[in-house]
């Protein structure tokens, strides 16, 4: 994100997570009490989106390694694969805006940003899809926004192809 009201960091113990809500309670409460503890297990890393003239988080996602089942992905795209049981995916496991943030460009800049730190990372280690969890319909349509496709063993998972997002031609984050 390049707003200069704003500061796009790996949380940190400065970070004031208690404040945080979006609206999904499973979602606030994994800031504030899970994401700390993946961050150390190198489970996910979390990245928070800083308002700095009041230090408020106004949105976050986390970023991990997956991998996607072959049989998930429809045949348009496996056609060209190598015949691998699995697949190996950047996962944007969540998303999300603080309320007093929402509708202003926010969840799309951290959806790009995430979408830019994918595809530059499997330029070093191989990644051909970009994946999210969506928690409920509303998240699905945001992703399907963007031209996630869902996959075909889990309604709530979709993915958009490497290729797509190396279109885009996104700087590299900082
Ligand atoms: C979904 C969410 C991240 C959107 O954040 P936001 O900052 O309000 O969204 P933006 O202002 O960046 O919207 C960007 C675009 O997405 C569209 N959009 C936003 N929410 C949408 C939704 N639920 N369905 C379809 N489109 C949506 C906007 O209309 C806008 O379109 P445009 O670029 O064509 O004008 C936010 O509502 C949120 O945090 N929800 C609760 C948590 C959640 O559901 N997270 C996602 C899954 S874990």
Redesign the pocket.
Known sequence: MRDPRFALEPLGKQHHRAAFS???AA?DRYLQEQAGQEMRRHVAVVYVLVELSTAAIA?FYTLSATGIDVGALPEDFTRRLPRYPRLPAALI??????RG???????????LDALARSYHLSRRIGALAVV?????D??R??????GFRRLADDANRLFLEMATVAGLDLPEPS
């Open positions: 979006c609206g999904v979602l949105g496991g969540r998303l999300a805006v603080d943030f929402r509708g202003q460009g926010i969840g799309k800049g951290l959806l999210v969890d969506a928690k409920d509303a998240a349509r945001f992703y399907e926004h963007f």
